[in-house]
């Protein structure tokens, strides 16, 4: 099995930063994206960013030039570096990784979706 366990959520004050990271481990051959998402009272979850194995990044127009996301593929961890934080920012965050966990599914390109548990990021003065 695979999980993932995420860290660095916390209260913090608009204008203030927080960096959140998420480490995978289990059976795990190759992680192929990485991603963070977001959840909010009474709102579905939504993208925030994502990142490829090779370092390609996508944000959600909301974060531009915000928020930084980042990866260490030695480590399988990624961060989410965030910064100039608002009221809306607040949400529970969750990460996310498709990961191969053998050569054979690797091969076929059959990764499998795994969420953390979350962790909540609270921005409020």
């Known amino acids: 099995q695979v999980q993932l366990v995420e860290s660095g959520g916390g209260l913090v004050q608009p204008g203030g930063s927080l960096r959140l990271s998420c480490v995978a481990s289990g059976t795990i051959f190759k992680i192929d994206d990485m991603g963070w998402y977001r959840q909010a009272p009474g709102k579905e979850r939504e993208l925030v960013a994502v990142?490829?194995?090779?370092?390609?990044?996508n944000y959600a127009d909301f974060v531009k030039g915000r928020f930084t996301i980042s990866r260490d593929n030695a480590k399988n961890t990624v961060y989410l570096q965030m910064n100039s934080l608002k009221p809306e920012d607040t949400a529970v965050y969750y990460c996310n990784a498709d990961v191969f966990r053998n050569f054979q599914e690797w091969r076929s390109e059959l990764a499998e979706g795994y969420w953390g548990q979350g962790t909540q990021v609270t921005v409020s003065s």
């Open positions: 990142i490829t194995s090779g370092g390609n990044r």
